[in-house]
């Protein structure tokens, strides 16, 4: 049973056909794309930060608030880091464990050309 036809599990006599252009059949799939994009956009906006934090410490000139201000940032970033990685390597690891796919769903997004 696909996630269009849960809908209509109450009368079994209704029919509906899956669209074929939609990759993803299920809740399970679409979490596991949902959870891939997540971790790539954490990432991302991690490394905004970490640049953005560089950034502060150029432009700060001296002043030792600022400074403490682009260090700050810069450690948050790190640590943001390290755990989007942490928490790709637990979910890789449970994915080869247990045999289920966490991450991966085929979310396809538009191409431009």
């Known amino acids: 049973m696909t ?3 849960q809908v209509f599990a109450a009368n079994p006599s209704i029919t509906i056909n899956q669209p074929t252009n939609i990759k993803i059949g299920d809740l399970g799939q679409l979490i596991s794309a949902l959870v891939g994009v997540l971790l790539i956009i954490s990432a991302l906006l991690a490394f ?3 640049i953005l934090g560089g950034i502060q410490w150029i432009t700060s000139g001296g002043d ?3 400074m403490e ?3 700050n940032k810069i450690t948050h970033a790190i640590v943001g880091l ?3 990685g942490a928490a790709w ?3 890789v690891l449970v994915q080869n464990f247990l045999g ?3 991450i991966g769903g085929q979310l396809d997004f538009p191409k431009p050309f």
């Open 64 to 66: 030792k608030a600022g």
């Open 89 to 91: 390597a637990i979910m």
């Open 82 to 84: 390290v755990i989007v």
């Open 3 to 5: 996630l269009f036809q």
């Open 100 to 102: 289920v796919q966490i």
């Open 69 to 71: 201000a682009a260090r």
């Open 48 to 50: 905004f930060f970490l």
